[in-house]
């Protein structure tokens, strides 16, 4: 047994467990007895089309928005009701379609603050020093995203494709243990996806992660399971070729032309 599959299949805590999870504006039911397993360091792409309940998803993971029935527990612990911050603190992590960069301060800046504030010292005043170990995440960070040569580059002067990257080393700071992707690859060039693939898959093997994606081509390349959402509800789960090969799935979401 590979070791992908023997993660995907063995026993132990699992990174996130959603259990018969619905949420409902009024009288709409924007996601319906939803249960899903995620076991540590899997990768997983959860795909539908707009309005499948995808984005309301993420929000009741994070702790946006509360789960209207069922139960989420993040590495084995009930995490339903917590805000947002505490789940962070647990280790979660997440990017957003749009982004929520500090324009006006470099890249190092920014991803020296992501640091600091999931840190102990987060509340600490003082500058930091050379060796100061926030400095030396935050350096790490830059080149795990291929951002090195911007370095004091202002935020908002990179390209889009940039300034996702930044993103996901945003996410990366504190040691997550678990992050969501939405929508990275969004607006990105043929170029760009390509990078984005590359820091995906390179990422260190015991942080896993469920991607959001409207590119098909994107989000098989950069996971090991596929979680297919309509309307709110789950409607297909299965491995990244069972998935693209799968009729249903071809004829709902891919016109029945992807090959």
Known sequence: ??????????????????????????????????TLTVKPGERRAVLGSNGAGKTTLFNCITGDFLPTTGSIRLFGEDVTTFPAHERI????????????????????????????GVSRGRFSMLRPRKNDALVA??????VTVNLAEHRETLVNVLSYGQQRQLEIALALAGAPRFILFDEPAAGLSPTERSDLITILTSLPEHIGYIIIEHDMDVALRVSESVTMMHNGRIFKEGLPQEIEEDP????????????
């Open 89 to 116: 603190r647990r280790g979660l992590r997440r990017t957003y379609q749009i982004s929520l960069l500090f324009g006006g301060l470099s890249v190092f800046d920014n991803i020296y603050l992501a640091c600091a």
């Open 248 to 259: 249903e799935v071809q004829e709902l979401y891919l016109g029945g032309g992807h090959g």
């Open 1 to 34: 047994m590979t070791d992908i599959a023997s993660r995907l299949s063995g026993a132990g805590t699992n990174a996130l467990e959603l259990r018969g999870m619905s949420r409902y504006f009024g009288a709409l039911a924007a996601l319906s007895d939803i």
């Open 137 to 142: 995440a935050a350096e790490d960070l830059i």
